[in-house]
């Protein structure tokens, strides 16, 4: 477990220390961290710290907390308030630049801020040791687009081949303060026991949907005619695809598969 110690700012050049939208109500934490998995034999990784109340609650439930907070102010203050609790590591330091532990199973949980919250799911989701859970609190368009809702994306289609995605609790904009300006959710990722895709596999499929995306499934350059599509997802059971694009993971799975089997030594 390590340290980073600079000051990072989001995409919007806004100062993360002064981007997070705190939870402090004890009855909605307890509901919250009440809908996760985690007990008494897990270790929980929180991101933001703020001013401890959802760490505290996490100290309750699990066997170790590693609650990694930017701001120096709020690393003091929660420290002073949360000094009784032998199960916490309080880290002061940039979490873009934290080591996740390089081994051994841990779940993360965290109201984390909004600004980075693209940056957070990649360096969670692509590390050599993912965690097992995580329950994010996050805008809720940002979790639609996680979801592919609406209409796959290039991410939400490869989060998918390793997770289990959902919404589990809508908050009210009047359960934060600074109140934010959006929707905002509990979202769940579960860590598949077995990928749907292997590394190889994942990789190639990486590609399809890269390309696919950019030119389309079908067409002059589309991968696969119109003609093998329609029969792969016959002979699958699914429904077809649709004109404006929209199409499930199940269904892009069943086309990767197609093309693999109908172009084993194709490159893109």
């Known amino acids: 477990m390590q340290k980073g110690r600079r000051q990072t700012k989001g995409d919007s050049g806004v100062k993360l220390s002064d981007s997070q939208n705190f939870i402090t109500e004890k009855r909605l934490i307890k509901k919250i961290v009440g809908l996760s998995s985690i007990c008494r034999e897990d270790t929980v990784i929180e991101i933001g710290t ?11 439930r699990s066997g ?21 609790r032998s199960n916490l590591q309080l880290i002061h330091g940039d979490f873009l630049r934290y080591q996740l532990p390089a081994k051994g199973a841990y779940k993360v949980f965290a109201n984390i801020p909004f600004s980075i919250t693209t940056q957070i799911v990649e360096k969670l989701t692509n590390d050599r040791n993912p965690p097992g859970e995580m329950w994010l609190v996050m805008e809720k368009g ?13 991410k939400s289609l490869l989060l998918k081949v390793c997770y289990d995605i959902g919404i589990r609790y809508h908050f009210r904009r009047e359960d934060f ?9 509990l979202l769940h990722f579960c860590r598949k026991a077995v990928p749907d895709l292997d590394k190889k596999e994942y990789a190639a499929f990486r590609r399809f949907v890269a390309h696919s995306m950019k030119y389309g499934l079908c067409g002059r350059k589309g991968l696969l005619t ?25 269904q892009w799975l069943c086309l990767f598969r197609c093309w693999r089997r109908l172009y084993p030594a194709a490159g893109i």
Do not use: N, W
């Open 177 to 185: 303060h600074p109140m934010p300006g959006v929707d905002c959710v």
């Open 50 to 60: 703020g001013k401890g109340h959802l760490t505290e609650e996490l100290c309750r």
């Open 226 to 250: 119109e003609r093998q599509v329609s029969v792969a997802l016959k002979q699958a059971g699914l429904p077809h695809a649709h004109k404006d694009g929209v199409t499930l993971y199940i």
């Open 142 to 154: 940002a979790a639609k687009r996680f979801m592919g809702c609406g209409k796959e994306t290039e």
């Open 64 to 84: 170790r907390v590693y609650s990694v907070e930017l701001d120096r102010r709020l690393y003091e203050s929660a420290g002073a308030r949360l000094a009784e």
